[in-house]
């Protein structure tokens, strides 16, 4: 007797995937998330969009707007900010926006929801973490999102008592998927699920880092920056980076001139000012004592020859 296949005819079934799964310990625990979901709705706009406008406002939630078809645009505080099919729009909590254009015939889905980070959960914890760094954000409804989507249309359709669980779920993973957009565009270096802890004002000092490592940011704006003295700030680091706050600037500072280095057709002295050093001496120096090599060795032995600068 031939054995009936599960899966339709000319699909491939995804082994690694089942092989990925066995290393995967599954919660036990049935509600992972500490979230209110205010609404999660969809709209369909006809031939008049212009009907559907607001003055600027702000909410005390987070916003999600999946725009499966047309273009709509948001104005969020000063960015401007327009997605078409097949993009989402994150607007973060106490952000003044508005929608200031739309076009025909656009079919939205919007969610808005609020997430209490229990310092106990560390899904709930590792969400809020990322959502309070968010600016407004733009992202791409990747194959995870829209097979969620549609999973959820199916069971829409559906009378079930199961019905409005099933898709309570399925909406937890739409957040899961856009926060992992989010981490994987910010280079957040670490996962706090797997690390256990971490400290929002330290994922916000680093990505204050991030943002103005190519200036001459001292320990001292950092500290600024996230409402704290450099000591506090410091001791902080200390403890979930097993570094100071001056070796990770340095650290970043070094990675950054070793990508120019490598990848653009500028002179050592370009650099310098661009980094905002006092001259090329003083960048070749610095360079040399965090790396131990000079840039021009550095470049030579990487294979990058700087033609008609030097």
Same mark, same amino acid.
């Given at each position: 007797?031939?054995?009936?296949?599960?899966?339709?005819?000319?699909?491939?079934?995804?082994?690694?995937?089942?092989?990925?799964?066995?290393?995967?310990?599954?919660?036990?625990?049935? +509600?992972?998330?500490?979230? +209110?979901?205010y609404w999660f %709705?969809?709209h369909i706009f006809?031939?008049?969009?212009?009907?559907?406008?607001?003055?600027?406002?702000?909410?005390? $939630? /987070?916003?999600?707007?999946?725009?499966?078809?047309?273009?709509?645009?948001?104005?969020?505080?000063?960015?401007?900010?327009?997605?078409? &099919?097949?993009?989402?729009?994150? =607007?973060?909590? &106490?952000?003044?926006?508005? %929608?200031?254009? /739309?076009?025909?015939?656009?079919?939205?889905?919007?969610?808005? $929801?609020? =997430?209490?980070?229990?310092?106990?959960?560390?899904?709930?914890?590792?969400?809020? +973490?990322?959502?309070?760094? /968010?600016?407004? $954000?733009?992202?791409?409804?990747?194959?995870?999102?829209?097979?969620?989507?549609?999973?959820?249309?199916?069971?829409?359709?559906?009378?079930?008592?199961?019905?409005?669980?099933? =898709?309570?779920?399925?909406?937890?993973?739409?957040?899961?998927?856009?926060? +992992?957009?989010?981490?994987?565009?910010?280079?957040?270096?670490?996962?706090?699920?797997?690390?256990?802890?971490?400290?929002? !004002?330290?994922? !916000?000092?680093? %990505?204050?880092?991030?943002?103005?490592?190519?200036?001459?940011?001292?320990?001292?704006? /950092?500290?600024?920056?996230?409402?704290?003295?450099?000591?506090?700030?410091?001791?902080?680091?200390?403890?979930?980076?097993?570094?100071?706050?001056?070796?990770?600037? %340095?650290? !970043?500072?070094?990675?950054?001139?070793?990508?120019?280095?490598?990848?653009?057709?500028?002179?050592?002295?370009?650099?310098?000012?661009?980094?905002?050093?006092?001259?090329?001496?003083?960048?070749?120096?610095?360079?040399?004592?965090?790396?131990?090599?000079?840039?021009?060795?550095? !470049?030579?032995?990487?294979?990058?020859?700087?033609?008609?600068?030097?």
């Open positions: 007797m031939e054995t009936t296949r599960y899966l339709e005819k000319g699909r491939n079934t995804d082994t690694e995937g089942l092989r990925a799964l066995d290393h995967i310990r599954i919660p036990s625990i049935s +509600d992972p998330f500490e979230i +209110d979901i %709705q969809s006809g031939n008049d969009p212009s009907t559907f406008f607001f003055k600027p406002h702000t909410h005390s $939630f /987070v916003e999600i707007h999946f725009i499966l078809e047309g273009e709509a645009s948001y104005r969020v505080n000063e960015h401007l900010l327009t997605a078409c &099919g097949g993009e989402f729009i994150l =607007i973060p909590a &106490g952000l003044s926006h508005t %929608q200031e254009a /739309v076009s025909k015939e656009l079919v939205r889905l919007s969610l808005s $929801f609020d =997430i209490i980070a229990n310092p106990n959960n560390p899904l709930s914890r590792t969400t809020a +973490d990322t959502l309070a760094l /968010v600016n407004p $954000f733009c992202g791409r409804l990747d194959d995870c999102i829209l097979s969620t989507i549609s999973h959820i249309c199916v069971h829409a359709r559906q009378t079930s008592a199961y019905t409005p669980y099933v =898709i309570r779920n399925d909406v937890f993973g739409l957040i899961i998927h856009v926060c +992992d957009q989010v981490r994987n565009q910010l280079y957040r270096p670490y996962d706090p699920i797997q690390n256990g802890v971490t400290d929002i !004002r330290c994922i !916000r000092a680093k %990505q204050f880092i991030e943002d103005n490592v190519a200036s001459n940011i001292k320990t001292a704006d /950092v500290a600024k920056y996230v409402h704290l003295s450099a000591r506090q700030l410091g001791r902080i680091f200390e403890q979930f980076e097993g570094k100071s706050v001056f070796e990770y600037i %340095q650290e !970043r500072r070094c990675q950054l001139i070793k990508k120019i280095l490598l990848s653009e057709n500028v002179s050592l002295r370009e650099i310098s000012e661009r980094l905002g050093f006092s001259d090329e001496f003083y960048f070749n120096r610095y360079f040399s004592k965090h790396t131990g090599i000079t840039p021009t060795k550095f !470049r030579k032995i990487n294979g990058t020859k700087l033609q008609n600068k030097e």
